[in-house]
């Protein structure tokens, strides 16, 4: 079946230690999002490409980053990780931005 | 810029009732608007999708939402609960820009 893999699933690491999440579709979808999704919150857009663009919003602090070597993996790397970053984090592709976004069940990160 | 609002952060109805979860929007164009479910610990699961054809749109799992512009609204409905459909539900717009912007979300409980 078509979908969106996230890996780990859980991901526990240490203040200030870098860590990244991976993301792969086999969709084939242009687009790839990523989100971050605190408790009783809604999924907070951080940045996505469309292809080989990359779009950061503009709120999304520096110590997130993100690379996207091919059509099918997108990963996140949060260079020092704070405790605000604790969160689920949510990787998600669509054809276009209208066509609606297919999710993947997210990695939840926590920092001890 | 595009935005919307879900009115009620948390709906109760009893199993066999009516659901209606309320979303109104904000657009200077003409939108496309998406409902997701998310259940615990999982990611979000597109449940249907309004691009401007028909107002009424019929998705997953027995729901259905009505655009109305002259209300700016486009309301998630479900004739009838089922316990398995207690999860969080969010409204979302999406534009050409391949952005998406969420609601704050419902969590929908389903009482026995």
């Known amino acids: 079946d078509a979908m969106v893999i996230q890996n780990p699933r859980y991901q526990v690491t240490q203040f200030g230690k870098p860590v990244t999440l991976s993301c792969s579709q086999t969709?084939?979808?242009?687009?790839m999002y990523w989100y971050q999704q605190k408790s009783s919150q809604a999924p907070k857009l951080l940045f996505h490409?469309?292809?080989?663009?990359?779009?950061n919003e503009a709120d999304t602090p520096d110590n997130f980053q993100s690379r996207r070597p091919n059509t099918s993996f997108c990963f996140l790397d949060i260079r020092s990780p704070g405790l605000g970053d604790a969160a689920m984090y949510l990787c998600a592709t669509s054809r276009t931005g209208v066509s609606g976004q297919y999710f993947g069940p997210g990695t939840r990160l926590t920092v001890t | 810029a595009q935005s919307v609002t879900q009115l009620g952060s948390h709906v109760s109805v009893s199993e066999g009732a009516l659901v209606l979860l309320r979303c109104n929007y904000s657009s200077s164009v003409p939108p496309y608007l998406f409902w997701y479910v998310q259940y615990p610990n999982q990611g979000l699961q597109l449940l249907l999708k309004y691009t401007s054809a028909a107002t009424l749109v019929k998705g997953i799992n027995g729901f259905e939402a009505e655009f109305k512009k002259s209300e700016t609204s486009f309301h998630l409905t479900k004739p009838s609960a089922h316990m398995s459909d207690a999860a969080e539900y969010f409204c979302a717009v999406g534009g050409i820009d391949n952005d998406m912007r969420f609601g704050a979300g419902t969590r929908l409980t389903v009482k026995p």
């Open positions: 490409y469309y292809d080989k663009d990359f779009n």
């Open positions: 969709l084939n979808h242009n687009v």
